[in-house]
């Protein structure tokens, strides 16, 4: 398939676009089904703010004028998922998140500038039970769309993604992924994030998602809570797609507690000084919590199969790309 959209009225038209769009209206109706069957209210997220997630990646933020206060886009809702765990003990929003992702993941697949997050927070709940949540709602939406006349259309391998139905996801810690990529030849730091070709590799030798779990202390935002067991350590996971489409999800167990955040902003490099709201939210108590954000159009490219990420989106953003 192109690897840039030509025309953006000839994308949107396009069949392969109008199916994908069909299935990602499928999956946005099945999380709603699922997630409310559950409990959870839907909530609708905040676009811009005087702060937003600083874990992400490379990735560089978008500045605002907000009647002369810089504020910023969304790169996550992380901060206000958490603050709102004050009022409500499960929730969900259909995120829109704006990063202005480094140049480097143009060639991934699996970048845009702009996209959204089906974004999940649960008071008091442990990473396993965020982990269970997560695959029984990546399950349940492959069920709602499994059967769906566009997957056809798209030349869409159902028998693949039938496969993943009924089975338990696998879940290995990041320490094992590290020496399975080593064990293939691959130069993976122990210490970091499972960079973007590791991601490809670990997710093209399986037929089932599974979760990586227990990233190292150094790789994610300060929001992601430490082991007290295993210091160093993190609470957390990522949810991978088979196939080689890659990841699909992070998330992790949060840190509540006001010290130990402000400690763990110190140690990322972030000045506590620029988090006021927030950390006056988290001075009065929030809740533990635990959650995760799916990618959405990257699960719409997982189960249509499109060759890249920017084909589950009506006006897709491509990193460095100037676009409507
Ligand atoms: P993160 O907090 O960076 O792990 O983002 C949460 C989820 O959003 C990831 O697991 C991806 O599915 C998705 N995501 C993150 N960055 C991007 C991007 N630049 N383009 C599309 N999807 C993304
Ligand atoms: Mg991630």
């Not at 699922?34 to 839907?42: C, K, N, P, R, Y």
């Not at 798209?154 to 039938?162: E, K």
């Not at 499972?194 to 037929?207: H, K």
């Amino acid at each position: 398939m192109d690897s840039t959209p030509s025309s953006p009225k000839e994308h949107l038209r396009s069949p392969v676009t109008r199916a994908a769009l069909r299935v990602q209206n499928a999956v946005l109706a099945a999380t709603r089904e699922f997630l409310s069957a559950q409990g959870f209210t839907e909530l609708l997220p905040p676009v811009i703010g005087p702060v937003t997630d600083p874990g992400a990646r490379g990735a560089k933020q978008v500045d605002v004028d907000y009647y002369g206060h810089r504020y910023k886009l969304m790169t996550s809702a992380i901060l206000y998922k958490q603050a709102t765990l004050t009022a409500f003990d499960r929730i969900f929003a259909i995120a829109p998140n704006v990063r202005l992702e480094p140049p480097e993941t143009s060639t991934t697949s699996r970048h845009l500038a702009e996209f959204h997050q089906i974004d999940v927070e649960i008071a008091d709940a442990t990473a396993e039970q965020a982990m269970d949540l997560a695959e029984n709602l990546v399950s349940h939406v492959v069920k709602s769309v499994v059967t769906l006349p566009d997957l056809a259309v798209l030349g869409r391998d159902v028998t693949a993604l039938a496969a993943v139905l009924g089975r338990p996801f696998d879940r290995r810690t990041h320490a094992s992924a590290v020496a399975e990529l080593h064990s293939l030849g691959h130069e993976q730091n122990p210490d970091g994030e499972i960079d973007w070709r590791a991601e490809v590799l670990l997710s093209s030798r399986t037929a089932q998602p599974f979760f990586v779990t227990a990233y190292p202390k150094g790789s994610r935002g300060f929001y992601d809570r430490e082991s007290a067991e295993h210091p160093g350590v993190l609470r957390n996971f990522d949810l991978i797609a088979p196939e080689g489409f890659g990841e699909l999800c992070s998330g992790s167990e949060r840190e509540h507690r006001y010290a130990e955040i402000v400690t763990r902003m110190r140690e990322t490099g972030e000045n506590p000084a620029k988090y006021g709201w927030y950390l006056d939210v988290v001075r009065d108590g929030i809740p533990a919590s635990a959650g995760f954000g799916i990618g959405l159009e990257r699960l719409t490219r997982y189960l249509c199969g499109l060759a890249d990420v920017w084909q589950a989106s009506a006006y897709p953003k491509l990193p460095g790309v100037a676009s409507p």
